[in-house]
């Protein structure tokens, strides 16, 4: 059984940064891509950004270069590096487990984070 903590969510100023963590255990995080997603008040869940087991990343074109995908295969942690931080960007922010499928669709992962809060004041 994969379980996924995130951790790093808060409130932050518009044009602030935050530092997402994923931290994985009782699976075999090395051997699977990792995603995030983010669902706002209201609205359904979407893709943001996804990084295989060699470091290929994929991410939503609504990012435009302010976000960073990353993981660190020793620590089976994946990390989520948001800069320029805007008010639309709240939400509460999911990292999961990849296992097959398309990055973009939620259903192509079978695990999931709780979830933490990014809130973005303007």
């Known amino acids: 059984q994969v379980q996924l903590v995130e951790s790093g969510g808060g409130l932050v100023q518009t044009g602030g940064s935050l530092r997402l963590s994923c931290a994985a255990s009782?699976?075999?995080?090395?051997?699977?891509?990792m995603g995030w997603f983010r669902q706002a008040p209201g609205k359904e869940r979407e893709f943001v950004a996804s990084?295989?087991?060699?470091?290929?990343?994929t991410y939503s074109d609504w990012i435009k270069g302010r976000f960073i995908v990353s993981r660190d295969n020793v620590k089976t942690t994946a990390y989520l590096q948001m800069n320029n931080l805007k008010p639309e960007d709240t939400a509460v922010y999911y990292c999961?487990?990849?296992?097959?499928?398309?990055?973009?669709?939620?259903?192509?992962?079978?695990?999931w984070g709780q979830g933490t809060q990014v809130t973005v004041s303007s």
């Open positions: 999961a487990a990849h296992s097959g499928g398309s990055f973009y669709a939620s259903q192509s992962y079978n695990y």
């Open positions: 009782g699976g075999t995080f090395s051997k699977q891509a």
């Open positions: 990084v295989t087991w060699s470091d290929i990343k």
